[in-house]
């Protein structure tokens, strides 16, 4: 085992009696495929499919809600709410997410029923991480810069204006169950 | 010859039934005293082509009762609004607790009473379901004309 290691590095630290040219494109092109491959699975777990795998009622449900179907046709998916758009971030939350597979593997929401049972869990952590982040991601889209209050409803500049704009609330502290179903809302501030 | 028989009976109830079948909104007319259908005339097994959806405004000024009785109307769209055994989004604005803060109005306190004038401590199960007397409004005309006007005190 010693023996093959020591040759490995050997292998490894003697150059190479390749072209320099050839080397070079050995190394762009195994780069394309490695960083194109791990785009490609950032993405590929980033698609509706793929959350539907596990949380299957929860997708179906944002088809009554506005982040589904509206007037212009502009839709958002679960990746686009629960994954930070941000790199960094989105890495962190990726590899916490690498938690959920146990979950998955132990179906831990893998009927309905048990689905239910820990929905208020589920949302709670979602709302919690919103609130950490001042609702980043749903200010990927919702601008609070580019509002325009006289195409806003009475209600909403009245919240707008005051509380979101000091920065008192964030989004989320309003908008719960904005694609989704709530969970029992008891004891939640606001309710 | 009785070819022939069979071909002038049929013949004859063929001429008496025409006229019945051509003549439908004439008997729909005349066997209903007079009375007109919103439906229109048209057979009952007919499906009628739905009328275009009225767009709910979404926030308007609290609109006037035009009886003394009546539940408040809804002056918002209240679409994805979700009431149910987990949650009561109305509520969140309309609640005793909430409407201060959020400048909404407030529910009546007989929505704590019970059938029997008991005063609960939470809004009665009978009046949980806002939307049920309490509903929103587009810009409908009556489709039968009516000269209802509210009582004095309301106007």
Redesign the interface.
Known sequence: MLNLLKRLWVIMKSPSSAAMGFILILGFTGGIIFWGGFNMGMEATNSEEFCAGCHAPIVKEIRETIHYSNRSGVRAICSDCHVPHNWTDKIIRKVQASKELVAFAMGTIGTQEKFEARRGYLANREWHRMKENDSAECRNCHEFDFMDFSEQGARSVKQHSTALASGEKTCVDCHKGIAHQLPNMEGIEGW | MKKLLTMIVAGMIALTAAPVWSDDADELLSNNGGVGSLRGLVEISTTNKSEPLKRVP??VQPIDRNYVQQPPLVP?TT??Y?VN?????C??CHSFK?AGEM?ATKISVTHYETRDGTTLSDVSPRRYFCLQCHVTQADAKPLVENTFLPVDSLR
């Open positions: 979404r926030d918002h679409r994805g979700q055994l987990n949650a009561n989004k509520l969140s909430n400048g």
